[in-house]
C-alpha cells in the first residue's frame, strides 16, 4: 500500500499526558498536512511543511502542539499535557507540489483518534 | 479568509436515484475545488476535483459543476448505489491561498 499511512490509529490518554503521533508521506511527495476533525465536522488545518520546513501553522495551533518532519519524510505531531478539548481525529495529508502553488491535490490517510480521559 | 457553506447537512435517497450536493464559497480568487468522501473511522478519500478553468468534469457517475460568478459549485451522483453511503466534504483554495477550508460535510445515505 503506497498510500499516506499513520500510527497509532487509536490513543487513549489521561488528562495532563503527552501524546506523539507519527504520519508517513506518500513517497516523494514533498508536502505534508497536519488536520484536525472534531464530529460532524469538516477537518481543520493545523499546519504544512513544504519539504522539512513547517512553513504555515494555524491559531488552531497552541503552543501544547508541535509538529517536525526531519528529513523531510515522515512527520510527527506531538501534544504536550492534554486537555479532553484536545479529542479528535487527527487527520495527516501529502500532496506533490509541482508549479509552487497551493492547489496540488492532497492525500489524506486514515487519521488518528485521540480520546483524553 | 475563505468560508465554504455546504448544503444539505443531511440527505437520504432511494437507490438508483441522483444525489445533488451543493457548495459556495466566499473568495473570488480560490480556483480549486475538491470533493471528498470520508467512511466511518476512515480518512477523506478524494473522489473528483474541478479547476476554474472548466465549469464541468465528469467521471463515471460522479460529476462536479462549477458556477464562478455565482461562487457555487455543486456534486452529482447519479445511479446511487448504497455504497456510496457516506459522509461527503467540500473544499476551496485559491493559487496562493492559506490552505484548504472544508465545508461542515453532508451525510449522504442510499436506501436499498
Known amino acids: 500500500d503506497t498510500g499516506v499511512s499513520q500510527n497509532p490509529r487509536h490513543k487513549i490518554t489521561k488528562r495532563g499526558q503527552n501524546v506523539t503521533f507519527r504520519c508517513d508521506p506518500i513517497s516523494e511527495h514533498n508536502r505534508l498536512y497536519w488536520y484536525r476533525q472534531t464530529l460532524g465536522q469538516g477537518p481543520e488545518f493545523l499546519t504544512y511543511?513544504?519539504?522539512?520546513?513547517?512553513?504555515?501553522k494555524s491559531r488552531l495551533l497552541s503552543d501544547r502542539f508541535s509538529a517536525e518532519r526531519p528529513k523531510g519524510s515522515f512527520s510527527t505531531l506531538e501534544i504536550q499535557r492534554t486537555e479532553q478539548g484536545d479529542s479528535a481525529m487527527y487527520l495527516c495529508?501529502?500532496?506533490?507540489?509541482?508549479?509552487?502553488?497551493?492547489?496540488?491535490?492532497?492525500?489524506f490517510g486514515p487519521g488518528t483518534r485521540l480520546t483524553v480521559l | 479568509g475563505e468560508n465554504v457553506e455546504q448544503h444539505p447537512s443531511t440527505l437520504s435517497v432511494q437507490e438508483g436515484d441522483s444525489a445533488v450536493i451543493k457548495c459556495t464559497y466566499s473568495d473570488s480568487a480560490s480556483n480549486y475545488f475538491p470533493w471528498y468522501k470520508q467512511e466511518l473511522g476512515k480518512g477523506p478519500q478524494l473522489i473528483i476535483d474541478i479547476r476554474s478553468n472548466v465549469g464541468e468534469k465528469k467521471d463515471q457517475r460522479i460529476a462536479v459543476t462549477l458556477n464562478k460568478t455565482a461562487k457555487h459549485f455543486s456534486l452529482h451522483i447519479t445511479e446511487t448505489q448504497p455504497e456510496d453511503s457516506a459522509v461527503y466534504f467540500c473544499a476551496a483554495i485559491s493559487n496562493y491561498g492559506q490552505n484548504f477550508v472544508f465545508g461542515p460535510g453532508t451525510r449522504l445515505s442510499v436506501l436499498p
Open positions: 495529508a501529502s500532496s506533490l507540489d509541482k508549479s509552487g502553488s497551493r492547489t496540488d491535490t492532497q492525500y
Open positions: 511543511f513544504q519539504n522539512e520546513a513547517q512553513l504555515e
